[in-house]
């Protein structure tokens, strides 16, 4: 088992916002999170994450069998969780380039060195070229823009257990097709005994016609109210929305 | 007429219009000739040129056109290597120039208060730079105002020429002593760019807890000359109030102000920039990023007056408080006195961003290496009209100043 969470109950500012939630991934699903805004789906991955404003009140989570509920947030990222963001901050002075060398395992931010030719090579890729680098990270980037530098600081950082908080929201079509073919890598969705495994917050849908999905789930008002095949929930949800589920 | 002497004793007590008022009897005036003059930067004691390296300068001088340096308030050293400038004590200028004291006291009012005034009468101190025409010096001269005893008054009167079409990059740097604690530093500066001349003034001060500072700068610019500050305090200090004021007087002028201030302990820090666009289409942009922590209290000020036509200016104030006791105000001023012209502010105030921490400690930072990331990239301002290879010394200075923080 990759990610094991149990009865995770979770306050933030004092307010329940987490109310019991189990939790099984194992290693090479794709599972999906689907729910209402406000139901605790963004709330669910700060918490693994291990940020202090997220108190844990009951349950723990188990990553690749050690009990990670106590650990600060790098310690986390150490052992393999990635995230990407849906609306990450724009933080001036800090460039994209200085988040990518500290995910590239140098951990040294200040350091002169350049990237490895790797990392440019990634970024082309996702069609963030080397002068693209050089800017501020995410400040005046497009809605594509952000999802594709998200997903460039994993390709990075190749974690093994990755959150994908909407990574097709405000993304023209063109681009949910390059984005879900990276979303695939960054799983190891190609390779056979892929040891990978992802979980994806998404509204639209639409991106699970790209990525291959396991599982899904549903999260209303805090609680996994019900668990089963992707497609079939998301038609169930597309034609009846949240509330008759 | 009234000399400027008698100007001067009237002034003796006129407060500063902003800033605490120091009382400049607490400190001791030193002789001229209580140091021996040294024939290199090289020959200081190694925790002295460590320090002077602290402020950007190259104790080697082989990066430099030319050295200056002032210990209390004796002239150490003034060294030219390059031909086309020329760097001395004020005093052997005025010896050497009859005109140069056309020039003293003529951008800066001798009487404007009591810290001008004492300039002044404590005379006898300062540098003399000066650009000849057409003169293009990439390698920056330096010129380090330095204080080596406890309870020391310095003063210094600067005066910086550069004559028609003249290019030149000073490095200043201003320090205490180690053992110094307790200290006085008043330098008055006037700046006289000639027509189609430029000047780059990168300013680092690292003082000590109880050193008061009170610089006095100000610039006269003629017709399409160009001035570039930059100025950077990130060590405590006690008390330190500065306005440097440019004069756009010129047509085609350009003014650049940039100051990096990090407030620690307590830290008083007043600082501002102001230009008077007086020339036709002139511009001046002015910068300021001020980061406050512990107790410490920073005021940036910041005054555009317009007064011709097709005149632009633009100010910057971001400041950002990483303690509760510690401040920041933000006095951005704008005065416009004809039709075509466009000025313009931007301020903002206010603690680092906790998705920013967030941001960063996913990417596997601890909250605080983000923090430090994060005020970093907050100080890191572009540095502008600087030649590349000296742009890239500045910035490494900024990293330097910014070590620890």
């Avoid at chain 1, 030719?117 to 050089?134: P, Q, S, T």
């Avoid at chain 2, 209290?297 to 097709?310: F, N, V």
Wanted: glycine share 8%.
């Amino acid at each position: 088992m990759l990610l094991e969470i149990s009865d995770l109950e979770v306050e933030v500012e004092g307010k329940k916002i987490l109310k019991g939630v189990n939790l099984q991934i194992e290693e090479g699903e794709t599972h999906v999170l689907l729910g209402p805004n406000g139901a605790g789906k963004s709330t669910l991955f700060m918490t693994i994450l291990g940020f202090p404003k997220y108190e844990v009140t009951n349950g723990k989570i188990l990553y690749k069998g050690q009990d990670i509920t106590e650990l600060e947030t790098h310690e986390r990222i150490e052992l393999g969780l990635g995230v990407t963001f849906q609306n990450p901050p724009a933080i001036r002075g800090v460039k994209l380039k200085d988040l990518l060398k500290i995910v590239d395992g140098k951990h040294d931010y200040k350091s002169e060195d350049d990237l490895d030719d790797e990392v440019i090579a990634l970024g082309e890729r996702l069609k963030l070229n080397e002068h693209f680098l050089e800017r501020d990270v995410n400040l005046g980037f497009s809605g594509g823009e952000v999802k594709r530098s998200e997903l460039l600081q994993l390709l990075a950082q190749q974690p093994d257990f990755i959150m994908f908080d909407e990574p097709d929201s405000g993304v023209d079509i063109e681009n949910v097709e390059l984005i879900s073919n990276e979303i695939g890598t960054l799983l190891g969705q190609n390779a056979e005994n892929t040891k990978k495994a992802g979980l994806l917050i998404t509204h639209l849908g639409y991106i699970l016609n790209f990525v291959n999905a396991t599982h899904a789930h549903v999260l209303i008002d805090g609680k996994i109210v019900r668990t089963g095949e992707p497609k079939e929930i998301m038609d169930n949800v597309r034609t009846s929305g949240f509330g008759e589920i | 007429m009234v000399s400027i002497k008698d100007r001067a004793e009237k002034a003796l007590n006129k407060k500063a219009a902003i800033g605490e008022d120091i009382d400049l009897d607490e400190y001791e005036t030193m002789d001229v000739d209580a140091y021996e003059h040294v024939d290199s930067l090289e020959d200081l004691d190694k925790s002295d040129k460590d320090t002077l390296t602290s402020v950007g300068m190259d104790t080697t001088e082989e990066e430099r056109s030319a050295s200056f340096l002032q210990m209390d308030q004796s002239e150490l050293l003034a060294k030219v290597m390059y031909p086309g400038i020329e760097v001395m004590s004020t005093p052997q200028a005025l010896e050497k120039y009859d005109w140069l004291s056309d020039y003293m006291w003529n951008a800066m009012a001798v009487d404007a208060d009591k810290y001008t005034a004492t300039t002044e009468l404590d005379g006898k101190s300062g540098y003399f730079i000066r650009s000849l025409p057409g003169t293009k010096m990439e390698l920056p001269i330096q010129a380090c105002m330095y204080i080596g005893d406890d309870s020391v008054r310095q003063t210094a009167h600067n005066i910086i020429i550069a004559e028609e079409n003249s290019e030149i990059n000073i490095i200043t740097g201003c320090s205490t002593a180690n053992h110094v604690k307790h200290a006085a530093h008043i330098g008055v500066s006037e700046f006289y760019l000639k027509k189609g001349s430029k000047v780059t003034f990168t300013m680092v001060h690292n003082w000590d807890k109880e050193v008061d500072v009170r610089p006095r700068t100000a610039v006269i610019m003629d017709d399409d000359s160009t001035y570039i500050s930059n100025y950077i305090l990130t060590s405590p200090v006690q008390n330190i109030q500065a306005y440097p004021t440019a004069y756009a007087n010129g047509d085609n002028t350009k003014v650049f102000f940039q100051s990096i201030l990090a407030g620690k302990e307590d830290s008083q820090i007043d600082q501002g920039s102001r230009t008077i666009l007086s020339g036709n289409n002139s511009q001046s942009e002015m910068i300021t990023r001020a980061i406050s922590d512990d107790e410490s209290t920073i005021i940036t000020r910041g005054d555009l007056l317009g007064k011709s036509q097709d005149v632009r200016g633009h100010l910057e104030c971001m400041g950002l408080i990483l303690s509760d006791d510690s401040k920041i105000y933000s006095v951005p001023e704008l005065r416009g006195e004809c039709t075509n012209m466009e000025l313009s502010h931007e301020a903002a105030v206010g603690k680092i961003a906790e998705d920013e921490i967030q941001y960063l400690m996913a990417r596997g930072l601890t909250e605080d290496e983000a923090a430090s990331m994060i005020v970093r990239g907050f100080l890191d301002i572009d540095i502008k009209g600087l030649p590349d290879e000296l742009a890239k010394e500045t910035k490494k200075l900024m990293e330097l100043s910014m070590e620890g923080m």
